[in-house]
């Protein structure tokens, strides 16, 4: 049987999850593009995710306990950006899930 990892694990787990997956070290996404073919905006969706990783650090860092429904609503964040991303034909890193 495996043990369910504590709040604080969890969020941290979530966040490593996320900067493999994002690109959000890649300076060129973060750029509007001439040609307007944008479904949704690639640059003002990474920068929500990187704010949100950035609380997240912080937040963590300062001894604040995340909730369960916290953990809950930046991974459905993360999901949702990701079918963003790639509406707009920005490559993910595809990362294993474990459970």
Not at 25 to 48: E, I, M
Not at 49 to 60: F, G, L, P, R
């Amino acid at each position: 049987m495996t043990h369910k990892p504590d709040r604080i694990t969890a969020m941290k787990q979530l966040i490593a999850q996320v900067k493999q997956t994002f690109p959000l070290d890649s300076p060129d996404l973060f750029r509007c593009g001439s040609a307007n073919s944008c479904v949704g905006c690639p640059k003002k969706l990474l920068d929500l995710i990187d704010s949100e990783v950035t609380y997240w650090e912080a937040a963590i860092a300062q001894g604040v306990m995340p909730s369960l429904g916290d953990i809950s609503r930046f991974g459905k964040l993360c999901q949702n950006v990701g079918r963003g991303l790639t509406r707009n034909h920005i490559q993910l890193s595809p990362v294993l899930v474990t459970q």
